[in-house]
DNA sequence: ATGAAAGCGCTAACAG
DNA sequence: CTGTTAGCGCTTTCAT
């Protein structure tokens, strides 16, 4: 058993440092805060007595006496279909990453939206989206709290919005289906309460407008962005007399369930039903044939939030917020053909 | 736009409350931290003159003055393979709804591991496995603070593990495959530098060892846990002249991968070629033929390694690190079936 | 360029 | 049962 000695825990204060430099404890404090003008030689004395003491600062200490946090709480709606998606995690992933750049300390904040969150000792809020937890948005708001929303853009709210344009993916993604020849085109739609599928929904209604399709109610399938509904919808979509020549589908998991079922029922892809999916999941590569979709720069979203926090922490001032809408990017592989001859 | 009227941010002190109370600050101490001496009625005015005023204590000053945090920090390494996995988001999900029960600060602390991580204000830390980067455990252990190593067991160290039995998991995968009457069982491990995946290699190893089998080089596929190389292994193994009945695959992500490639070479499942997976994933559910699997409890690991935290963070004294080896479970759908009649 | 001293908001002896 | 008082470790005027 490696029992690894503990160092003794009396913690050594910027008090000790200061004595040992042999200078005040002022100094000190201004050569923890990069003031400029303390003298180098000073600057040194404090910098070795830090090291030989391996002092650190309280981080408590320091922001009861300065009143500011750099806590940026992440405020994630606890809930099923979207928390177990590709989307959370890279969210996750990329604001984590960058909240060690920006040296800001990542709270998690896992809510079930209906409760109120504390934000005690927190200096700034990202919310990853918005579904049926405004009110906590605006309570964060209304403390003063520097808040991002992310995948979520809303101008009617005083906060900074950095969101995708589904809409646009969306309506790309069909324009291609359009521009290799299908008129027969479905959509299997995300959770329809959450902008994102919203979005998609919308993308998908204009431009088949856009190219004078009509559309038709019995192609459009709405899920919970659950590969169980998606299986589902595409049994059903399978079953239609008049069935669809290609699908657009609103996130790559449940795109690839729909692949399954296709060739369950013994239909190919893409000879017998072209399909483009949205997420750009890694998943969708492998598999006989790999999943065309629409790219979302969910990283850049993320990165772009935390920046923007920070911005809005550091700066003094109320800053106007900042709306922000991604592109996507059509990503074409193999599993859509070219109809007709 | 919804302008929201900020509080003027004035914070509200203990002083405040005590104030208006009409009671000492001290007295107002008691009440919020529930010290059972304080008069009903003294409670009471306290109680109405927080509520009035709206207060709530800073979280700083709280820490400063008792040298306590309760900030969990949990470290998870930025291991690409690693991080994309279903287990890190169940487990994330299961310690942020404990910490939230426990009422702890989640800190998320995805570390590349080469770099020493930042402890200041923490409380106690949950290692998220163990790779490559022990040498922050030891850090942490060093400090003197509470820390809990997850999904990785090692005894010779002085933190309480909460791990899940891989290898025993792995065993009765495989012995399952032998009582169905498969003796030609090939496996495909994942990243054998993991301890999951190793000792889901030992408990194939001893399976056969036990049932008499010898293991066969050619049949054992070591990968990374991508998909890609379980496709790429798969590829190999269906090539193999003497081409195993049975495989019992490291994870289900790469089972399902395993499956497809089987179903691309025109064989049947589990006609041809029966599969056992690893995890429990949901995604395992869908597809034409559900996929057995080992289930390991990831929500229960991360539920104990939670309630084990904040029992060493409670109490004072030193305590016996804790050891746990959680089991796993065989769930049986439709993957696999009787060889030979 | 540096230091003395007054807090930041709370807890914890110690009296009473 | 309640209040007084001294810190916790750091930042920040205000002098010097």
Redesign the interface.
């Known amino acids: 058993?490696?029992?690894?000695?503990?160092?003794p825990?009396k913690?050594v204060s910027i008090e000790d440092v200061a004595r040992l430099a042999g200078v005040s404890i002022t100094t000190v404090s201004r050569v923890i805060n990069k003031f400029p003008s303390v003298k180098e030689k000073n600057r040194l004395k404090v910098l070795g007595a830090i090291k030989e003491l391996k002092f650190?600062?309280?981080?408590?200490?320091q922001?009861?006496a300065t009143?500011k946090?750099n806590v940026v709480a992440?405020v994630i709606p606890?809930y099923e279909g979207v928390?177990?998606s590709f989307y959370?995690?890279e969210l996750?992933?990329g604001i984590?990453?960058l909240c060690?750049v920006f040296k800001l300390?990542?709270?998690?904040?896992?809510t079930d939206a209906r409760s109120g969150l504390d934000l005690?000792?927190i200096g700034g809020v990202i919310f990853a989206d918005i579904i049926g937890n405004r009110h906590q948005l605006?309570a964060a708001?209304?403390?003063?709290l520097p808040s991002v929303v992310i995948n979520n853009y809303a101008?009617?709210?005083?906060a900074s919005c950095i969101a995708i344009d589904n809409a646009g993916g969306a309506e790309n993604a069909v324009n291609y289906l359009v521009s290799l020849g299908h008129k027969r085109i479905a959509h299997i739609s995300g959770d329809l309460s959450t902008q994102a599928a919203a979005g998609r929904y919308e993308g998908y209604r204009r431009a088949l407008k856009k190219n004078n399709i009509k559309e038709r109610q019995d192609y459009v399938f709405k899920t919970d962005y659950s590969?169980?509904q998606a299986?589902a919808a595409a049994e059903n979509m399978l079953k239609l007399a008049d069935a669809p020549t290609a699908v657009f589908v609103a996130s790559d998991a449940m795109a690839l369930?729909v692949m399954?079922v296709t060739r369950?029922a013994g239909r190919d892809i893409p000879g017998d039903l072209s399909i483009v999916g949205f997420d750009d999941n890694?998943?969708g590569?492998?598999?006989?044939v790999a999943l065309t979709t629409v790219r979302q720069p969910l990283i850049k979203m993320a990165e772009e939030s935390v920046k923007e926090l920070n911005r809005l922490m550091t700066l003094k001032k109320n800053i106007t917020p900042k709306k922000v809408l991604l592109p996507t990017e059509l990503i074409i592989r193999e599993s859509c053909r070219q109809l007709g001859g």
């Open positions: 058993m490696v029992r690894i000695k503990k160092t825990s913690t650190s600062p309280s981080i408590f200490a922001r009861l009143g946090s992440l606890r928390f177990y959370v995690l996750i992933r984590g990453t060690d300390d990542l709270l998690l904040h896992l005690r000792g605006e708001l209304k403390q003063g101008e009617d709210i005083d590969r169980g299986r369930e399954s369950e890694p998943s590569l492998y598999g006989p």
